[in-house]
């Protein structure tokens, strides 16, 4: 999660995977298929760059599991999986949500 990021910063390059929510008004479109936005887990803010087709899902405030790596303050995804799924989602992120009151239940 970006908060253990935070804490334990991974080695440039090394490739790893962030869960969190999108955050409200971070999506910026770029030139081409390249998008930048942030993913959070509500105490700490990751940047992220992305080129390539979003999923359907994929918006503000959606949950969202990135692939990639760091390059200088940001995450330089490969992949971008959306969902509005538990199963999706890394658990300690769901309970970081859930503790800060932000985690909402996927609709069934």
């Not at 955050?23 to 081409?32: K, P, T």
């Not at 989602?89 to 996927?106: C, M, S, T």
Request: proline content about 6%; charged content about 25%.
């Amino acid at each position: 999660s970006p908060s253990q990021l935070a804490s334990n910063p991974p080695q440039a390059g090394e490739v790893f995977r962030i869960g969190g929510l999108v955050a409200d008004g971070s999506i910026q479109r770029g030139q081409g298929e390249t998008v930048r936005f942030a993913v959070t887990d509500s105490n700490a803010t990751v940047k992220v760059e992305y080129t390539g087709v979003l999923p359907d899902l994929f918006e503000e405030n959606a949950g969202v599991v990135a692939t990639g790596s760091m390059e200088g303050e940001t995450f330089v995804a490969s992949e971008i999986l959306a969902k509005h799924d538990e199963s999706y989602i890394p658990k300690e992120v769901v309970d970081a949500l859930k503790e800060q009151g932000v985690y909402v239940e996927p609709a069934k």
